[in-house]
């Protein structure tokens, strides 16, 4: 039984990317951001009225995770209060083609 478990185990190890593990090593030992702690920074820059360090986190969490309909939405937020309507009505369809549930950019685009 121990040998079945020790062997399925192996089994799955051996199917891990070696990539991801050294990336999350390299994360880890670097503590560079995920794209959730990036989003989260992006709110507070965004509440504290530095509206370019909140575009330029969203943005960046955005590359982490390319579908992340809130960033896209609280992007468009930023741009929309800084006189940026073109650019944030694109972030807002984006949000909606990410998620198309998010209710939040659908009223928000108008």
Same mark, same amino acid.
Not at 80 to 83: H, N, R, T, V
């Given at each position: 039984m121990e040998y079945t478990?020790? !062997?399925s185990s192996l089994k799955t190890i051996s199917t891990v990317?070696?990539?991801i593990v050294v990336y999350n090593s390299l994360r880890l030992q670097m503590k560079l951001p995920d794209a959730k702690s990036l989003y989260d920074r992006g709110n507070s820059q965004k509440r504290e009225g530095d509206l370019d360090g909140a575009?330029?986190?969203?943005? !960046?969490?955005?590359?982490?995770?390319?579908?992340?309909?809130e960033a896209y939405c609280n992007l468009a937020n930023a741009q929309?209060?800084?006189?940026e309507i073109d650019t944030a009505i694109e972030s807002y369809k984006q949000a909606i083609n990410c998620d198309p549930s998010l209710f939040v950019a659908f009223y928000n685009l108008g």
């Open positions: 478990n020790a !062997r990317d070696p990539l575009i330029e986190s969203y943005e !960046r969490a955005i590359n982490i995770h390319p579908d992340y309909a929309k209060q800084k006189g």
